[in-house]
């Protein structure tokens, strides 16, 4: 057995263990060791594999001599030709004859022999390595590859020519005159007809078609303007009034019906529509954002704008917010029933500045009524100013709130005349019928449009 050593192998043995194909290293009656083994293919990680001679089914040799030729063999690899100026597909005279001179291109390409090591799988050209049409430094500096070749390989003809002459700008712009352009056409007339003959406009959805009068920026008078005034977002003036027109005003409404019942109803709901607006709106009342949920301390006083708090602070709880109501004197008759009403929430109630709680996030003041001396709270007012929640007031003194000077104001109906320091004026509707104003002598037009609380601004003079 000895005179097959060094013999190439292929040996199919039973299903279990495959077929191996290696170099002979040694051979008994009993066994064969194999080098350079491959198993199914893959090379085996031992350096020497024993197979048993019971375990072969069949067993192939290749001769050494066979063996060494197959080892080198030569493969031949056409280059293409690179397209050359004034060769298209178009000088041919069909389809089938442009295909077959391609392949006569293709035929008559220069060939260049690579060669590959089958047993080291190892791909030899001239100079034992295989490489790319790209160019590297040292064959640019040669000359193998000049400048014809790169603009033949990338753009198919050469790039040698030069524009001989600079294109003069400043000479064709002078061609063009500008001005007796313009001049011809601001001489043309307006064609009327043509005008007139136009399609109608096509409107969008979310668009008025019919025509609108531009609105009346002074669609509010009273009988004696002798105080300050007001704008809108939208610009309409709003004037304000003197105190005994209010309370004429008041009076009517409570003579037609519109009792104080009604009317603080419409003043809670606007303070909870402004407050839930100051809190965070939807982003901060949400189901599932229980762990910020505001806190309201709403502060008031032994009259009606006390009990108007109370109520927003009713309404407020009805949306789940957690308020804390702060009255000065629990036994004032006007507040009894609106406190009654809130306590059915199970917040909390305090008449004790030191149960206040050291943050909230929006404090509601309705201590003071619209005097020309409003009381003082100095405990509450130190209260206020060392807790940074902005302030909220309910239809607050013009002359402002001893010590408390709010960020915002709500005022019902019609504003009186107030000072800077109450902050930022909000108006609110109460649903008063024109017939209420005409009787105290104001011509009014609602300026809320379709809105239940509107901004004030001061009006520059």
Known sequence: MAQWIGYMVSIKCTDDIGTFQGEILAATNSEITLTKAFCNGFPCSENEVKIRADSIVDLKLIDKQSNNIAQHSTVTIAKPIAKRVGRSVSESGNASTSKSNSFNILSQAKSKPIDIDVKNNVTEGPSNSFKSSTPNRRDKNKGKWGKGWRDEECFGSPLDHKISKDFDFEKNLALFNKQAIWDELNAQKPDVVKQTDKKPLKYRHDENVIAT???????ITVPKQD??????DDGLIIPSISRSLRKKLWETAERVGLTWERRIELIGRAVTEISIQLLGG???LNPHNTHQWPTV?????????????????RQLASHGIKTIVFTVSMDAPVIKKELSLYMLTKNRV???????????????????????????????????????????AIDPPTVGIPNITPKFSLLPVLPLPHSSESGKLYLCNLGFPVDVFNEVGIKYKSPFGPKFVIPLHPKDD
């Open 227 to 232: 105080f300050c005034e007001y704008v809108t």
């Open 213 to 219: 009068l531009p609105a009346s920026y002074r669609q």
């Open 350 to 392: 305090l008449n004790n500045v030191a149960d206040l709680p050291n943050v909230g996030d929006l404090i509601i003041v309705a201590l003071c009524e619209d005097t020309e001396n409003p009381k003082h709270y100095p405990l509450l007012s130190d209260w206020v100013n060392k807790n940074k929640a902005p302030v909220l």
């Open 297 to 313: 301390v709403v502060l008031c006083g032994p009259h009606k704008q006390g009990a108007a708090g109370i109520n927003a602070a």
């Open 282 to 284: 939807g982003h901060r």
